[in-house]
């Protein structure tokens, strides 16, 4: 089976969803900066963080339906 392409706005999307559970507002109680004007390593970070997690749901999924 051929593997799909990941979405390209994964780390935005997880970014904006933790700012929707936390209020906006980073670890240590700060405001969340804009994702664009996160540095390129943090957006990197976030991405590959949300595409791992991505691409377990999709295995998961595909071992599920070959029961």
Do not use: N
């Not at 559970?21 to 540095?39: I, N, S, Y």
């Not at 595409?51 to 749901?57: D, I, K, M, R, V």
Request: aromatic residues 8%; charged residues 20%.
């Amino acid at each position: 089976m051929a593997q799909q392409p990941l979405p390209h706005d994964l780390g935005q999307r997880a970014y904006a969803a933790y700012g929707e559970v936390t209020g906006g507002l980073t670890h240590d109680g700060r405001t969340m900066p804009p994702w664009e004007q996160l540095g390129e390593d943090v957006q990197a970070a976030w991405t590959v963080a949300a595409s791992t997690l991505y691409q377990a749901g999709r295995e998961s999924a595909s071992r599920e339906g070959d029961r």
